[in-house]
Every structure is written in C-alpha cells, then in structure tokens.
C-alpha cells in the first residue's frame, strides 16, 4: 500500500520560510516522479512543483519559480518544498503525489498524472 505523509506546514509571516517535507513508503521511489499541488479554500487544486524520477528535472507554477524549490532524497523516500518569499496568496493546504508511470519523462503539471495523494499540510501565510 503507498503511503505519503506530508509535514512541515504551519503559520509564518509574509516573506518568511517554511520547508515541506512527505515521506513515501510502499512503492519504489526512485523510479517516480512526484509532485506538490495546493488547494486554498473555495479554489481548485493547482499545481505547484515536480521532479523527475532521476532529479535531474524539476518543473513550477509561474506563480512560485524563483521562490520555492523541490528536491527528493532517494536514499530517505522523501520528497522536499523549500518554500522562500512566503506570500499570502500561498495560503493552501499542499499535498504530495506519486507519478504514476515509472520512468516517465513527459509532463507532470496535470494532477492525472499522479495517483496516489498524502493527507495535506496546512500552510498559512499572514500579511
């Protein structure tokens, strides 16, 4: 059974940091691409950042290239979001997810991608 376990959300101030953090188990990590999405209240869920199964290629919203960061430790399962020049508007719950195709070098801004979810962190950023 996957499972991913998010950790690391909380409150911070705007321009603040935060560093998001989802450990996997169940499935082969380093042969998957994972990804981060959020989800404000009231709004659909969007996507954030990707990386490949390799690492060597990373993928971002507009709206948080520059600022934030994903990075995976195969040797630990875990996948990271280094979150800089927290915003408001990054106000979500954020979830991480597991590629679905092993090996697979094409897109993953599309959550169809994905098919299996952690639970959320909550991030919430004061102005």
């Known amino acids: 059974q996957v499972q991913l376990v998010e950790s690391g959300g909380g409150l911070v101030q705007a321009g603040g940091s935060l560093r998001l953090s989802c450990a996997t188990s169940?499935?082969?990590?380093?042969?998957?691409?994972m990804g981060w999405f959020r989800q404000a209240p009231g709004k659909e869920r969007e996507f954030v950042a990707a990386?490949?199964?390799?690492?060597?290629?990373?993928y971002y919203a507009d709206s948080v290239k520059g600022r934030f960061t994903i990075s995976r430790d195969n040797a630990k399962n875990t996948v990271y979001l280094q979150m800089n020049s927290l915003k408001a508007e990054d106000t979500a719950g954020y979830y991480c997810?597991?590629?679905?195709?092993?090996?697979?070098?094409?897109?993953?801004?599309?959550?169809?991608?994905?098919?299996?979810w952690g639970q959320g962190t909550q991030v919430t950023v004061s102005s």
């Open positions: 997810a597991f590629g679905k195709r092993r090996y697979y070098s094409g897109s993953y801004y599309s959550s169809l991608e994905y098919d299996a």
């Open positions: 169940g499935r082969t990590f380093s042969s998957y691409a």
């Open positions: 990386i490949s199964w390799s690492g060597g290629i990373t």
